[in-house]
């Protein structure tokens, strides 16, 4: 039998996609977050009993082992081990006293995550807050997370970033487009340790995008290194090319390893009307541009991009990890990856559908 089924273009069929593909995410998402909340609230529910109870390692192991063996018959997916009743007992007794805003950041995390984060930062609300509300916003996954502790993201400030985006983008965008893009990116993770050439810091990137969507944050699609773009027998190539969901437009990266030079800002504007030219599509935003350069001076960002016509930011990246601090992070990870070993064993709920990510 003939297709006589209604035809579309092809750019009108990518935005079907495109929203089709982020109802699912979104409510995807949206379970995740629920699984993660109950199990969450279970744990505490549990920590609380056995905190009540007075049951201590000195004279309840007895109890706790005898427990654990009655809760696994019954619920043999829920890793109700003694080990994992003692962690919630831990765990409730670790944060019943804490700021309400900590209690209900670390109530949606995934179990691991919580435990992680007991583990390396025992009474720092601070800190432990800083992570949670990062997993919670980027969706990190165990990995990533030990990746951001390592690197002691929160001890990093952050500056707001030097771009034209109030000048060139609708109120709403421009606030999100400010939030997402950081003026510093830290790409320790590289382990560069001395200078390089644009083309290995970009090599190093693409072979590393996890990592680098890790500092960029969430909803972002890599499209590809070295992207073409040819107009009027000319053939222009950006260093890296991003899509981001939540801004609903094209992201160029454009990768320098010197100070930042006015006529970047130039080239990039150029790139960016390519780009609104020959690829964004009709329900799509403006593309915004990014510069990455080793060294930034802000009087000389702010002038050279005070009358471009495109959105673009300036951000600075930190390249540099000193030999002694890569010897310690590299011992940490060996450390915590040999007591994470027999965990898994412990807590089923971690390997199970919902969790096969970390997340």
């Not at 929160?154 to 109030?166: C, G, I, R, T, V």
């Not at 040819?230 to 969901?245: A, I, Q, T």
């Not at 541009?289 to 471009?308: N, S, T, Y």
Request: one cysteine or more.
């Amino acid at each position: 039998m003939a297709d006589i089924g209604i035809q579309v273009p092809e750019s009108e069929y990518n935005s079907i996609l495109r929203q089709a593909v982020a109802v699912i995410d979104k409510s995807r998402n949206v379970v995740a977050k629920s699984v993660c909340a109950a199990i969450g609230a279970a744990h505490w529910e549990l920590g609380k009993l056995l905190h009540d109870r007075k049951l201590e390692s000195t004279h309840g192991s007895r109890v706790i082992r005898r427990l654990a063996a009655d809760l696994r018959e019954r619920y043999p997916q829920m890793g109700m081990s003694p080990r994992n009743l003692w962690y919630m007992k831990g765990y409730y007794e670790r944060f019943s006293e804490s700021d309400p805003k900590v209690q209900q950041a670390v109530a949606l995390l995934p179990w691991g995550h919580t435990l992680k984060l007991m583990q390396k930062f025992g009474n720092d609300d601070e800190a432990i807050l800083y992570y949670a509300q990062e997993v919670i916003a980027k969706g990190w996954s165990r990995d990533l997370l030990t990746n951001a502790i390592s690197m002691q993201m929160h001890l990093q400030k952050s500056e707001p970033a030097d771009n034209n985006f109030s000048l060139t983008l609708p109120t709403a965008q421009a606030q999100l487009a400010d939030e997402v893009f950081r003026s510093s990116y830290n790409l320790g993770f590289l382990g560069v340790r001395n200078p390089i050439l644009e083309t290995e810091l970009e090599t190093r990137l693409v072979n590393k995008v996890k990592q680098f969507l890790l500092e960029l944050g969430r909803g972002f699609t890599y499209i590809g290194n070295q992207h073409e773009l040819e107009y009027n027998g000319k053939v222009s190539r950006v260093d890296m090319l991003f899509y981001h969901r939540g801004l609903r437009c094209l992201v160029a990266f454009d990768l320098k390893i010197g100070e930042f030079k006015p006529e970047y800002a130039g080239k990039m504007n150029y790139y960016l009307s390519l780009l609104d030219r020959l690829e964004r599509q009709d329900d799509e935003n403006r593309s915004i541009g990014i510069i990455l350069c080793a060294e930034k001076d802000k009087v000389e960002v702010e002038l050279a991009l005070e009358d471009m016509g495109k959105p673009i930011g300036v951000a600075d990246y930190q390249l540099i990890i000193p030999q002694e601090e890569l010897k310690r992070v590299v011992a940490d990870e060996v450390e915590a990856f040999g007591k994470e070993l027999p965990s898994r064993t412990e807590f089923p709920l971690l390997d199970s559908d919902h969790n096969k990510d970390g997340n």
